[in-house]
């Protein structure tokens, strides 16, 4: 399975980025795997961002960015998508996206999640 982040980028605080990532493999079924976002800044661990379920209509949120962000999902595209509104100076961070195979979980600790993309990195100024 590979997963590929983009959307990543430079803004100033209160602007809004969409990042999206890119699922595909040999037999992978996308609609069959919980997606995740995750961030890691600069010094420091990674940590839970957004949870969506196979069908999207699941969904949960680290209480940093409830409110603000929103995690979707196309199956017909297997994409998942990351909306960040209001961004703050603090959601500065490489943003990874993550895939887990385990049905009905919806995973809020990086060990439950069996693939990784790469990262893409936003950095938000004051």
């Known amino acids: 399975v590979q997963l590929q982040a983009s959307g990543g980028g430079l803004v100033q605080a209160g602007d809004s980025l969409r990042l999206s990532c890119a699922a595909s493999g040999h037999s992978f079924i996308f609609n069959r795997y919980v997606m995740g976002w995750f961030r890691q800044a600069p010094g420091k661990e990674r940590e839970f961002v957004a949870v969506v379920g196979w069908l999207g209509g699941a969904t949960e949120y680290a209480d940093s960015v409830k409110g603000r962000f929103t995690i979707s999902r196309d199956n017909g595209k297997n994409r998942v998508y990351l909306q960040m509104n209001s961004l703050k100076p603090e959601d500065t961070a490489v943003y990874y996206c993550?895939?887990?195979?385990?049905?009905?979980?919806?995973?809020?600790?990086?060990?439950?999640?069996?693939?990784w993309g790469q990262g893409t990195l936003v950095t938000v100024s004051s």
């Open positions: 993550a895939a887990d195979l385990t049905p009905y979980r919806l995973g809020r600790v990086a060990h439950d999640y069996d693939f």
